[in-house]
């Protein structure tokens, strides 16, 4: 194969990982919301209730309640942090045309980047709504941010490289035994503090804050905030299938592709699941929580350097 076709094959990846994720996330998105209105026998919106509301949102004006520069940036930056973390995703173990640029401490980078773009709309806001949003949402990250970057260690301890597709896809390879077993389990039980879900949707908050941080926004910025909630949602969702149950390796891309999707709907049905049956936390419960997992996720990485 010729350099050329590599690249092009590569920039095809890219594309295909930026379609993937934009068109399948509302979708999940909705599978979430009628699995949380069936538990609580409810009827539910349809499936493709998310599409609809970013096409109504995107219909309408945007507006610019605080008038300065950071309020109006914050969504875009926010967007384009969740589509850098999807262009440089090796998707069921191809690398695109980005990923060689990029590694394990990249990847945190830009998730990292998108919560704090958020905290800088909620700010940029001075709403005192948004600014307890944010209080909240500051404190989620300092607290859950540590655990992702720990999941991604483990991989990085195991594979021995920082490269994204060794440490995403070369993990459930490299006999990663009891450490890794328990980071499965932290990885799970902090799912749901990744997608903002009850009972963690601490920083939103609807029912007491309104919306938290996005309590000021409307129209198109509004609904690329949704949308990069839901793309964020999908990839903490695709994020321990990848990296913790081995690839098919049927030789065939779509197929590998195919199962791992259906593998990551089965996480959204866990998501919906405990959204439904779990209230709401409050801070210092979730404060507790995060550290109860933090030592445990700190345990399995010193378990993983000793032996």
């Known amino acids: 194969m010729s350099p050329f076709t590599e690249i092009l094959i590569g920039i095809l990846q890219v594309i295909g990982n930026l379609v993937l994720f934009l068109a399948v996330a509302p979708f999940f998105d909705g599978v979430v919301r009628r699995v949380m209105a069936r538990v609580q026998s409810r009827q539910g919106p349809p499936l493709a209730q998310s599409y609809y509301d970013m096409f109504k949102l995107l219909g309408k ?60 709309g909620a700010f940029a806001s001075k709403n005192i ?29 195991k594979t021995g490289s920082l490269d994204l597709t060794a440490v995403i896809y070369g993990t459930p390879m490299a006999a990663f035994g ?7 389990a932290v990885s799970l039980f902090a799912l749901q503090a990744f997608v903002a879900r ?25 609904a690329l905030f949704k949308y990069y909630m839901m793309l964020k949602q999908m990839f903490y969702a695709y994020l321990p299938i990848a990296m913790f149950v081995p690839l098919l390796g049927s030789g065939f891309y779509l197929v590998d592709l195919a199962l ?46 000793i032996f």
């Open 61 to 120: 004006e945007n507006i610019d309640s605080a008038g300065i520069l950071p309020f109006r940036l914050a969504p875009l930056i926010a967007f384009a942090s969740i589509l850098c973390v999807i262009a440089i995703l090796p998707i069921a173990g191809r690398a695109t045309a980005l990923t060689p640029y990029a590694d394990a401490i990249s990847l945190v980078y830009l998730l990292t980047l998108g919560g704090v773009a958020v905290l800088l």
């Open 129 to 157: 709504y948004a600014l307890i949003g944010a209080s909240r949402e500051m404190t989620t990250m300092i607290m859950v941010e540590p655990i992702l970057f720990m999941v991604l260690l483990l991989g990085v301890l």
């Open 178 to 184: 009891l450490p890794g077993l328990v980071m499965i």
């Open 198 to 222: 009850q009972p963690f949707d601490i920083a939103e908050a609807e029912q007491e804050l309104l919306g938290g941080p996005f309590i000021e926004y409307s129209g198109p910025n509004y």
């Open 260 to 305: 791992q999707l259906v593998l990551t709907a089965l996480v959204f049905l866990l998501i919906g699941l405990l959204s439904a049956t779990h209230p709401r936390y409050r801070i210092d419960q979730a404060i507790r929580y995060f550290g109860v997992l933090f030592v445990i996720a700190l345990a399995a990485i010193s378990a993983a350097v």
